[in-house]
């Protein structure tokens, strides 16, 4: 045997389970043939309520290994590598205990990834790892639609620089969103009624309207602008992802979930991100399989467009 690497591609649901899917392990962004690069951000300095999400990009990694095997995920109608090349450039690195050296490593990094022409999905870490990830893209793309699956709006004018509710507040601030062309999905906690000009499609809503009505809402209030999408795993009822630092009751279904994804496949979604999974919440991985699983999902919406 003359092949030293070990098999990180593995298709096994239990062995040499150290990517996102079984991804290469690469920080080649200069690689012309990457399409799409998968990273991580470990952080969790900035919750209010139960810790913990520093370790869930490493949770979505392992969970994803129950996803590795299907080589064409259900129901879409084509396989991921026929269409997309990706790669997992492992976790940003930054000194522990260092919010600023946080903010600086991942919006550095956000810039660097989307400059190569790369579309970046990301693992959190808590929500306000968004903030910098919005910074790194908006100097490559310019003001971006936000489309925002959450419990809460996120849109808090608090005095703490660093925390997790205040990123929606301070996006639109720096010209890095428009509200007038952005929408949160699934919000069920108390938020100022003009909700600083975001339109939202409140718990209930996103529970009672068809899956076809939320799409149709996302699709005409984005339009053919270039958008970003995050998704706080507590828009997922607790029943769903129980595994979070700030749950709410009342929320979406993962299955719900994945179809208001699909259904927005074809909109111009420039960045990704997947975050707020508190792994040492969670019970059997329900809730970083279900992160796994939306973040194969944006990889399949992305590939949908090549
Ligand atoms: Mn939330
Ligand atoms: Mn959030």
Not at 101 to 126: P, Q, R, S, Y
Not at 188 to 193: E, F, H, K, L, V
């Amino acid at each position: 045997m003359t092949d030293h690497k070990v098999p990180i591609d593995d298709d096994s649901m239990y062995a040499n389970v150290y990517s996102f899917i079984g991804l290469p392990l690469s920080r080649d962004i200069e690689n012309a043939a990457v399409d799409a690069v998968v990273m991580g951000v470990p952080y969790d300095l900035a919750t209010s309520g139960r810790a913990g999400t520093r370790s869930g990009p490493t949770a979505i990694r392992q969970s994803s290994a129950n996803l590795r095997w299907e080589e064409q995920r259900w129901p879409w109608p084509f396989s991921l590598s026929e269409k997309l090349a990706a790669i997992d450039y492992g976790d940003i690195q930054f000194l522990w205990g260092d919010s600023s050296a946080m903010l600086e490593e991942v919006e550095n990094h956000a810039a660097m990834i989307t400059g190569a022409g790369k579309t970046l999905v990301t693992f959190g870490g808590d929500h306000f790892v968004t903030l910098p990830l919005l910074r790194g893209h908006a100097k490559t793309h310019g003001c971006l639609s936000l489309i925002h699956f959450d419990a809460h709006t996120d849109t808090y004018d608090e005095d703490s620089e660093y925390n997790h509710g205040c990123m929606f507040y301070r996006a639109p601030k720096e010209g890095l969103i428009d509200p007038a062309s952005s929408i949160q999905v699934g919000i069920r906690t108390d938020y100022d009624r003009d909700n600083h000009g975001f339109e939202v499609v409140d718990g209930h809503m996103a529970n009672e309207l068809s899956v076809e009505e939320i799409v149709s809402r996302i699709r005409t209030r984005v339009g053919d602008t270039a958008a970003y999408l995050t998704f706080d795993i507590d828009a997922l009822d607790p029943a769903f992802a129980p595994g979070t630092g700030t749950p709410v009751v009342g929320g979406l279904t993962t299955s719900r979930a994945l179809q208001i994804l699909k259904g927005i496949a074809d909109l111009n979604i420039v960045g990704f991100d997947v975050v707020e999974v508190s792994p040492a919440y969670d019970h059997a991985e329900v809730t970083s399989l279900a992160a796994a699983a939306i973040a194969l999902q944006f990889l399949y919406m992305r590939a949908s467009r090549i």
